[in-house]
């Protein structure tokens, strides 16, 4: 074997390990994020929910998710409380909030789902909010501004609690601080 042969096959080994990568990276980008993948496939456990008796009966929407899974919000809400986070990409108070939302998803687990609704924008503008601020649970594209009515919502954000009997628990204009879902969560559920 000649020299120059050795020489190759490290420049070689890196030329495929990259490549490796960048397939892999590719596939992950494929998916958009706060599709029908988002929504969990276990129950919440039974027994750990309320519906709060004063709630008022939520509109039940049909919406479209990001990557085109049609939903019925009402199928959402059967099995675990709904946070409904009303959003838009432009709007910085919605991104500044994000971080509440993610801690409350990950502390409850299955027993709580978050879902966005956002205004219609240009698919990759939504993923690249998704994205940079890593939103967790569905998004559903209001693409006719009808969900945000049916809530009576008039700019964002907006956030909504929905017991699993489909009643709004609580809404807050200007969107809900962590504390203030904990403290609407505790008289829902019990863990």
Known sequence: MNTRSRSRRPVLAVA???????????????????GADAIPTAAAAAGH??????????????GTLVDGTEVELASLWTSRPLVVQFTATWCTQ????EP??????????????????ALDEPADTIQKYLHDNDVVGPVIVDGTGSIWRDYAVAEPPVTALIDTAGG??????????GDDLRSALEKIVTR
Do not use: F, S
């Open 16 to 34: 495929a390990a990259a490549l490796t990568v960048a397939l892999a990276l590719a596939g992950c980008a494929a998916a958009p994020r706060g």
């Open 100 to 117: 509440a939302l993610r801690a409350l998803a990950d502390d409850y687990g299955d027993d709580l789902l978050v879902v966005h609704v």
């Open 168 to 177: 709004i628990v609580k809404m807050w204009p200007g969107g809900a601080t």
């Open 49 to 62: 929910v309320t519906p709060a008796p004063e709630a008022v009966r939520a509109p039940q929407v049909h």
């Open 94 to 97: 919605c991104a500044d909030g």
